[in-house]
């Protein structure tokens, strides 16, 4: 266990994933949903990926999981390339990575019963004897602290934060030690939230998972994640711990998400960068402009801004950058 | 004070009907909104915010709802005795509505234009008998420019969807601020957006508000929002307004149980982990409970609670509390 400790379960490198979505003159036209995007979730963290729509987040968690195929770049697994297509994986290696989706409402099957969505993952990946299945499945929502008789229940007779609470139990079942979490509650009440967050934690605690938690919610990361990157058009633009994240942001965009974000108290609102204020859009995945993709909306744009993309730059132990602001080679 | 006043809300009760009966949504609302006042309305999905928004324009399904008890009185005028021209009046002219959903609030088969221009006309013809295209355009164009959309003459002739999110929203508010309205209603004008778009969307609505001194009626589930909005908020919890402060009272001394785990439950950028958030969900609205609705999943929940609904009751200067525990 203590060599697991800095190592790392998930490696992402230079992973890119465009879609073809048409051709002109020049050649077929491309969204660059992820265009190169590395980092490494370790053993037993929950590594928080922030991003506003469109900056290719839940499209880096299908690939992930396999439902995409990358364009380019590897996915590795407990330090085996594993960036095919799910029907492709060993079933060995299908059950340790699970996913749970944003909306409960169309990820469960509403005619079908919970029984019979807790029951196809057990007999798929695990031995449990048929006779003791019902028990299993029993013990399943005992997790997610749901009573028995909710396995002859169907999705639509039961409430939006419950169904999430079946969709987690369903990523439990093949007992994974890797889930990615796409917006699992961004659907839901802040009330009915809390309670699935910190059943989540309790849970990492319990069964020692890995999280890949997919999100929009800033504040909501700074409570559960130990690491944060955030996303921008495909790109990753800064990652760092969830502490000296919101003290010490650096990146213009995290600036500005940061000050973007309604809080509830005067300590919260000291936290806020007060310099960057929101301006402008996120632009179409399909043209993103040339250079630093930011460089339209950033208020600290340089000349050189817009003609070089820049590179990841460590500043300082695990808080990476990248930003012409804080390139190490110093350009003119 | 009294003369101040321009929206009030008093004991509003809507149920609508469903196959097993009446669905009792709204339990005596009591709201009101002064001149210049920026109120908020907070609570969470189902509790009944866009119900309360509807019943003050009218615009609830005429055939499945029923007002059984209750007045809306708009600048001393009860709104549900008003008779259609009335009505017509008051949406044309002093009440404006900004919709969550921008997508869904314009038309995709016509261009901005049409749709803008439509709103202008018929407010112009209200008094003028004959109206020029031309004065149409220069005023469209005009209350495109004041929401600060780049290229307005261009985006004129643009359908919705080649306009992005927030865009589509600037439009709706430059719908509802074309003529001079009095009362604006905004039901979660954000949400549907990203965080960094919704910042923008709120700063212009209150730059917008405080420049034209209308009254808003901001609509939200995020406390954050409406701190960061308004001047005083009402708590909605299950079709009853359940508590009611200014702004910056309410975030230091919460009293009612279901805003204290509210508050509790939303994360902060300060960090300090999350609550374990309220048990229990909004109840049964076909037989919701005798007493107050909160009762279920409250932790100091008596035996008076569950008899008859508390009402509100003041316990600070402008700080009220529909609570038996405020009360003792």
Known sequence: MAQQENSEILKVINLKKYFRIGKDKKGPIYVRAVDGVSFGVKYGETLGLVGESGSGKSTIAYTIVGMYRPTSGQILFKDKNIGVQATKRPLALKREIQIVFQDPGSSLNPRQTIEQILRLPLRLHTQTPPRQLREKMVELLEKVELPPDYLYKSPPSIGGGEKQMVAIARALAPNPSLIVLDEPTSALDVSVQAKIINKLMDLQKELNLTYLFITHDLSLMRNVANRIAIMYLGKICEVADAVTFFEKPLHPYTQMLISSVPVVTEEEERLKPKKVVSIGEIPSPVNIPPGCSFHLRCPYKMPICSEVDPEMVEVASGHIVRCHLFSRTENK | ?328
């Open chain 2, 1 to 328: 004070m009294e003369d101040k006043t321009l929206l009030y809300i008093r004991n509003l009760h809507v149920w609508y009907r469903v196959y097993g009966g009446y669905l009792k949504v709204l339990n005596g609302v009591n709201l009101s909104v002064r001149k210049g006042e920026r109120v908020g309305l907070v609570g969470e999905a189902g509790c009944g915010k866009t119900t309360t928004m509807k019943s003050i324009l009218q615009i609830l399904p005429p055939r499945d709802s029923v007002i059984p008890e209750g007045e809306i009185l708009y600048m001393g005028k009860d709104v549900l005795k008003m008779n259609f021209g009335e009505l017509q009046r008051l949406r044309s002219k002093e009440v404006a509505v900004i919709f969550q959903d921008p997508t869904a609030a314009l038309n995709p088969v016509f261009t901005i234009g049409a749709q803008l221009g439509d709103i202008i006309r018929y407010s112009i013809a209200l008094e003028e008998k004959k109206v020029h295209k031309e004065k149409i355009k220069t005023l469209s164009a005009r209350a495109l420019k004041e929401v600060y959309m780049p290229d307005p003459e261009r985006i004129l002739t643009n359908y919705p969807f080649q306009l992005s999110g927030g865009m589509r929203q600037r439009v709706c508010i430059a719908m509802s601020i074309s003529s001079p309205r009095n009362l604006l209603i905004a039901d979660e004008p954000g949400t549907s957006l990203d965080v960094t778009i919704q910042d923008q969307i709120l700063r212009l609505l209150r730059e917008i508000v405080e420049k034209k001194e209308t009254s808003i009626i901001l609509i939200t589930h995020s406390l954050g929002v409406a701190r960061e909005m308004t001047d005083r908020i009402y708590v909605m919890y299950a079709g009853t307004i359940v508590e009611t402060a200014p702004a910056k009272d309410l975030f230091k001394n919460p009293a009612h149980p279901y805003t204290k785990g509210l508050l509790a439950s939303v994360p902060k950028i300060s960090g300090g982990g999350i609550a374990r958030g309220i048990p229990g969900r909004i109840p049964d609205y076909l037989n919701p409970p005798q007493g107050c609705r909160f009762q279920p999943r409250c932790e100091h929940a008596s035996p008076s609670c569950e008899e008859k609904p508390p009402q509100l009751v003041q316990i600070d200067r402008d700080h009220f509390v529909a609570c038996y525990l405020a009360q003792r």
